[in-house]
């Protein structure tokens, strides 16, 4: 949190990527995606398998430091600190539902624009130029790895947030429409198994896990 509000206060744009599992197995073949893990500003460790792998190579990491997390401390915090927050992406009337909720939670809560992320990436540009006119100091988007990312970057010169940062599938989950895993799930690690119970099409990105270990395993330290 001391590093986002370092980025606020420079003036200058700044990306976040929450690094989980799978983000990192699909960098391995997306030069652009990969790429971007060398210009972030800031890089997060969002799943157990992160934390693994940090253990193997001899540096291990205390704890996840989720989207989720850092998006509710973002809000909590941005009446006092004078942040100015937009939420994009999730399907239509997803980011109002979580914005609204956020700001019954956190009275005085500065969310300052809402936009649903269902439009083609040829209309980036006018949906940031849209996004710019709320002027953002932090950019979440919930578009899913790498869409979020590759958008935050293309648009950072439009938009002008200083910080820009992916947050995956946290604005159903601050709506209400998705649950965030018991804690007993969290406590375990196995927030990854109660998301393919909520919704099974994330098997797709689950069935990637095998691949990491993989590459952990054969990888020089």
């Known amino acids: 949190m001391e590093r986002i509000d370092e980025f606020v206060r420079s003036g200058e744009p700044h990306l976040v990527i929450t690094a989980d599992a ?7 073949t997306d030069p ?3 790429g971007l893990f060398s210009q972030a500003a800031l890089i997060t460790p969002d799943s157990t398998g992160v934390l693994w792998a940090s253990k193997k190579f001899g540096g291990p990491i205390a704890s996840r430091v989720s ?17 100015r927050v937009y939420f994009l992406g999730a399907a239509p009337g997803v980011a109002e539902e979580a914005a609204e909720r956020l ?7 500065n969310i300052v624009g809402t936009r649903h992320g269902y439009f083609p990436a040829e209309s980036d540009e006018v949906v940031a130029q849209e996004v710019a006119e ?16 590759k958008f935050i970057i293309a648009t950072q010169h439009i938009i002008g947030a200083k910080v820009g940062m992916g947050v995956g599938g946290s604005l159903d989950v601050f709506s209400g429409r998705v ?5 007993l799930f969290q406590r375990l690690r196995i927030e ?5 119970l ?16 993989m590459l952990v395993l054969q990888a020089k330290r």
């Open 22 to 28: 799978s983000g990192i197995v699909q960098a391995q």
């Open 32 to 34: 652009e995606f990969r």
């Open 67 to 83: 989207g989720v997390d850092i998006l509710e401390r973002v809000c909590a915090q941005s009446a006092d600190k004078g942040y």
């Open 103 to 109: 700001r019954l939670k956190y009275p005085g809560c």
């Open 134 to 149: 709320s002027k953002p100091d932090i950019l979440f988007v919930a578009m899913g790895i790498p869409r979020q990312e």
């Open 179 to 183: 649950r965030r895993a018991p804690k």
């Open 192 to 196: 990854w198994l109660w998301r393919v």
């Open 198 to 213: 909520q919704n099974p099409s994330k098997i797709s990105k689950v069935m990637l896990l095998p691949k990491f270990v």
